[in-house]
């Protein structure tokens, strides 16, 4: 157990093995109440907005899990003058397959630390409207108003075009379409609306609500009610 035991070239030594599983074991655990001090305690009390609160979080998670797998190597008694040859091998991996798995690494990077999308914001990928529930290194996690989960890969998000609807203010602007029949007064359709929209508490009086008549349908006369609301949820 103490002195170990060679495998061919390779000498395995029990102790140092446990040893380096405790001390990895240990960082861990300690990463989580860092991350929980950090999401709950401190970063709350600077002047850091929650994306770059959430960034922060999410980057220390990662950076304490490689001081824990190095800690644990070096304990196991790990030569790391083998990493030029993993790397070596790592080359030879992504070039035969793994491009896209380091693409979607490099561009989680990217979403971390430049921050074109944070947790909480809804966006528009192609036709579906979702809210970001959680960013990682491989893929994003987003969840659409049906409560559907949908995982997309963070090169998808970096090379094609996003709308983020609450990137620089969580204040929207909602357009409601109304159609109503022909004949109808089309100034008391109007005044219905606003009295609607002024009364709703939720709805900004500044900038104030719109009433646009947009269209003379195949079956109706198209309105369109205009509202500003303070926040995007």
Same mark, same amino acid.
């Given at each position: 157990?103490?002195?170990g035991?060679e495998?061919?070239?390779? $000498?395995? #030594?029990?102790?140092?093995i446990?040893?380096? *599983?405790?001390?990895?074991?240990?960082?861990?655990?300690?990463?989580g109440?860092?991350?929980n001090?950090?999401?709950?305690?401190?970063?709350p009390?600077?002047?850091?907005?929650?994306?770059? $609160?959430?960034?922060v979080v999410?980057?220390?998670?990662? #950076?304490?899990f490689?001081?824990?797998?190095?800690a644990?190597?070096?304990?196991?008694?790990?030569?790391?003058g083998n990493?030029?040859?993993?790397a070596?091998?790592?080359s !030879?991996?992504?070039?035969?397959?793994?491009?896209?798995? #380091?693409?979607n690494?490099?561009?989680?990077?990217?979403?971390?630390?430049?921050?074109?999308? $944070?947790?909480?914001?809804?966006?528009? #990928?192609g036709v579906?409207?979702?809210?970001?529930?959680k960013?990682?290194?491989?893929?994003?996690?987003?969840?659409t108003?049906?409560?559907?989960n /949908?995982i997309?890969?963070n090169?998808?998000l970096i090379?094609?075009?996003?709308?983020?609807?609450t990137l620089?203010?969580r204040q !929207? $602007?909602?357009?409601?379409p109304v159609? /109503?029949?022909?004949?109808?007064?089309?100034?008391?359709?109007?005044?219905?609306? *606003?009295?609607?929209?002024?009364?709703?508490?939720?709805? *900004?009086?500044?900038?104030?609500?719109?009433?646009l008549?947009?269209?003379?349908?195949?079956?109706?006369?198209?309105?369109?009610?205009? !509202?500003?609301?303070?926040?995007?949820?």
């Amino acid at each position: 157990i103490v002195n170990g035991f060679e495998i061919g070239e390779f $000498r395995i #030594v029990p102790s140092k093995i446990l040893m380096s *599983l405790l001390i990895f074991s240990l960082i861990i655990i300690s990463t989580g109440w860092i991350k929980n001090q950090l999401e709950t305690n401190w970063l709350p009390k600077t002047t850091i907005e929650r994306g770059g $609160r959430e960034a922060v979080v999410t980057i220390t998670g990662y #950076v304490m899990f490689i001081i824990a797998a190095l800690a644990a190597l070096s304990v196991a008694g790990f030569d790391f003058g083998n990493i030029a040859i993993i790397a070596g091998a790592l080359s !030879v991996g992504i070039g035969f397959g793994l491009q896209n798995i #380091v693409n979607n690494f490099v561009s989680g990077l990217i979403l971390l630390f430049e921050r074109p999308l $944070r947790e909480g914001d809804t966006i528009e #990928v192609g036709v579906a409207r979702a809210q970001i529930k959680k960013i990682g290194l491989r893929a994003t996690t987003v969840q659409t108003f049906e409560n559907a989960n /949908v995982i997309i890969p963070n090169a998808d998000l970096i090379s094609n075009q996003v709308t983020n609807w609450t990137l620089n203010t969580r204040q !929207v $602007r909602l357009s409601v379409p109304v159609g /109503v029949a022909y004949g109808t007064d089309a100034a008391l359709v109007g005044a219905t609306l *606003l009295s609607c929209a002024k009364d709703h508490e939720t709805v *900004l009086k500044s900038p104030a609500p719109q009433v646009l008549f947009l269209n003379l349908g195949d079956s109706s006369l198209d309105f369109e009610l205009r !509202v500003w609301v303070p926040d995007a949820d």
